[in-house]
């Protein structure tokens, strides 16, 4: 019961604002401590009893110190006790946190005292707090009586926590008599008594267990145990029931031992009743940065078989960028290097997990591959630049062939402006491969082989603009509040050049194995609309609100592709980039390469986004690539009545003719508290390795509270 400890956290502001120094009059000054300053007294009858040293003051009374301030009808100063009263509409202030209360009664010296009939607001997380009596007992240990508590604003909140008895010890242990949960004031939940730790920092215990429903293997209760082991570690424990699957155990770490070293460990366990065998899985994250700019990363992510993402995605991070639906690899990397201004150093190991097959014993491994650059810099005091890219990697596996390959590619360019209006700029370098395989099964590659080429380059390019004053175009202008536009287009023409290259006795591990002749010219105009907002400042602009970009490339060398009938295709896809802003409301993401023979699309992605100033939002997003990606997804969220909202999304994949996911949800938000339903409503996959699956999840919030259940992931969200 999170509300005891906000109980205790208002009492304690409440006797941190009356310490021993907190008082000053301005007619006469009282000086209680010199080192925090004097309390100024104001009302309209002020008088000192010499005889019994008290103050007293009367009617509009007004306390000050500092950004403290005290109203009461009535304040009552004992000099030689130091006990203060107030009462009569007693109001204490201090910034934006408010305690009223009936009557006040504290020591100055001793800061034992009561307030009786009190109502304190914290601005901070809103938290309303009421209680017929509030006593301090000691140091660090209260007692409030009759006591509630709410985040909500209305005079009758629609959820509240009522205590009969509440003790409280800061850094130690509350008991609370009584504590009953109210909904509309009606008792929802009771417990005749609870213990609970009372604390500052992260704390030790049982989380709150959420229920979930399954069409496929029925209802399921998720339950954890945190475990605060420092203020730099933890650990959450888990413990869940899964219908028919059985008891599924995880464990969480999670560490920052400084702000150069954190990251976080996930272990899952499960005895699958469902497959009648052990299930696992591990993820690491781990980030380290030392000294002179070295780096060390890690990103470790393992599963026992390959139907685990599908049957537990929710365990799957979303570092690991793989779908539970389509996802066929997931990859595991440690790397590290270091950085300077004009060179690159990183060695990287890297384990690849073929989800598709049964065994990875053929899959090629990277262990390691490490790189080095030397980024474009001017050679000597030469007009001529230079740049390296130079790679080591060990292609390994546990069956098939294994190589050892080194690239070496060093350049040299020549920028230069032509009649302050042309851009050229010329490169070239010469690479060099070599390999060292073993393990062949033909007992052919197992020696020392070489490859040796040269690649150049050049690229011709000018910039044409204008520049439009805003109230040439008065309604966009105000739309975007800009006052200046810019439109620029920007063509380009290039050639590149590599010779053809004998390299057919050289193994195939990815595309740096073999090089195409090449010897092709690529042409291209890109057009951007820049607009110069209306306020000036750091994030003032200008910024681009449209871009369009397109190009294609014609080859002299080998073709780009040759088609089912045996002809040669000399010319690329037409590339096109498109992203527009339309509106403050409405954007569009478009990229799309159409072939110049069939004149259909080989790639066609789209993304469209609507929103209004209510942030009503709708998304439609289309993905295709040929022969392997074809899928259209949709998600809304609408608001329908000011606190009640709706949202869904549908993932289609047009390829196979079926429906991949439908997610619908409605959610109720109200000033303090918020209700959501969430139904996932899976299809088969496509493979029908995984059956249909209805998941009902629900959630519950309470401001400054918190929430019970988790909400799934949305397309869109």
């Excluded at 005895?271 to 990103?299: C, E, I, P, T, W």
Aim: glycine share 6%; net charge neutral; charged share 25%.
């Amino acid at each position: 019961m999170r509300y005891c400890s906000f109980v205790m956290s208002f009492v304690l502001v409440l006797f941190t604002f009356f310490s021993p120094d907190a008082l000053r009059a301005k007619m006469p000054e009282v000086k209680m401590a010199k080192e925090e300053g004097p309390v100024d007294i104001e009302a309209n009858e002020l008088i000192y009893d010499k005889e019994q040293n008290l103050y007293t003051g009367r009617g509009n009374v007004e306390v000050h110190r500092g950004d403290m301030l005290l109203l009461a009808d009535h304040v009552q100063l004992d000099m030689a006790t130091k006990d203060l009263v107030a009462w009569g509409k007693v109001l204490l202030r201090e910034g934006e946190d408010v305690v009223e209360c009936e009557r006040l009664e504290i020591n100055l010296d001793s800061r034992l005292g009561r307030i009786y009939q009190a109502r304190l607001f914290l601005k901070d997380q809103n938290f309303h707090i009421l209680g017929r009596e509030i006593e301090k007992l000691g140091e660090a240990r209260y007692r409030v009586r009759d006591g509630s508590f709410t985040t909500c604003d209305a005079k009758r909140p629609p959820w509240k926590f009522t205590v009969k008895e509440l003790e409280v010890t800061i850094e130690g242990y509350g008991i609370a008599k009584h504590p009953v949960f109210h909904i509309e004031e009606i008792p929802f939940l009771y417990l005749p008594l609870a213990i609970f730790p009372v604390k500052k920092e992260r704390q030790t215990g049982l989380l709150m267990p959420a229920l979930l429903h399954s069409s496929k293997y029925g209802f399921g209760v998720k339950n954890a145990f945190f475990w605060a082991i420092s203020k730099d570690m933890d650990s959450t424990l888990y413990l869940d029931w899964l219908g028919d699957r059985g008891f599924k155990e995880g464990l969480e770490y999670r560490y920052a031992l400084t702000k150069n070293l954190n990251g976080r460990a996930n272990l899952y366990f499960i005895d699958d009743r469902v497959s009648n065998r052990d299930r696992y899985a591990f993820f690491l994250r781990h980030d380290q940065r030392f000294a002179d700019g070295l780096y060390l990363k890690g990103n470790v992510n393992h599963v026992s078989d390959n139907l685990y993402p599908q049957d537990f995605d929710q365990d799957i991070p979303d570092a690991s960028s793989i779908d539970s639906r389509s996802g066929r690899q997931l990859r595991s990397n440690l790397f590290g290097g270091k950085n300077w201004d004009r060179f690159t150093f990183l060695a990287e190991g890297a384990v690849f997990n073929d989800l598709t097959k049964e065994s990875n014993d053929e899959t090629v491994q990277k262990l390691p591959q490490v790189s080095f650059y030397a980024h474009p810099q001017p050679l000597f005091r030469t007009p001529f630049f230079y740049d390296v890219a130079s790679s080591y990697t060990h292609f390994w596996r546990e069956k098939g062939l294994v190589t050892h390959r080194g690239d070496l590619f060093p350049r040299i360019s020549y920028p230069v402006r032509l009649l302050d209006v042309l851009k050229l700029e010329s490169d070239v370098g010469l690479r060099e491969t070599f390999y060292r395989s073993y393990h062949d099964p033909a007992r052919e590659l197992n020696q020392w082989k070489t490859r040796e080429t040269v690649e150049a380059s050049t690229e011709l390019g000018t910039e044409f603009y204008r520049v439009y004053e805003g109230s040439s175009i008065p309604k966009i202008s105000k739309l975007y509040s800009v006052t200046r536009w810019m439109h620029t287009v920007e063509p380009t023409i290039g050639y590149r050049y590599s010779p053809r290259v004998k390299q057919r006795d050289l193994p195939i591990f990815d595309e740096t194995d073999r090089l195409a002749y090449t010897s092709q010219i690529t042409y291209g105009i890109t057009q951007r609309l820049v607009g110069k907002p209306e306020k000036e400042g750091i994030d003032s602009g200008p910024y681009e609100y449209g871009k369009f970009k397109v190009s294609q490339s014609y080859s002299l060398g080998d073709p780009f592709q040759i088609d089912s009938k045996g002809r040669e295709e000399d010319f690329s896809n037409i590339k096109g980039e498109l992203w527009w802003n339309f509106s403050p409301y409405v954007s569009a993401q478009w990229d799309a390469e159409l072939n110049a023979y069939r004149w259909e699309f080989d790639i066609f992605n789209y993304l469209v986004t609507v929103q209004d100033r209510r942030n009503d939002t709708f998304q439609v997003q289309y993905r295709y690539t040929r022969d392997s990606t074809n899928e259209i997804n949709f998600y809304t969220r609408l608001r329908t009545i000011k606190p009640l909202y709706i949202s869904g999304s549908m993932r289609y994949n047009v390829l196979e003719k079926m429906r991949v996911e439908n997610v619908y949800g409605i959610e109720y938000q109200a000033q303090c508290w918020a209700l959501n339903l969430t139904v996932q409503d899976k299809n088969r996959s496509p493979d029908r390795t995984q059956k249909k699956e209805l998941k009902f999840q629900f959630q519950v919030t309470l401001l400054g509270i918190g929430g019970v259940g988790v909400k799934p992931g949305m397309f869109g969200q």
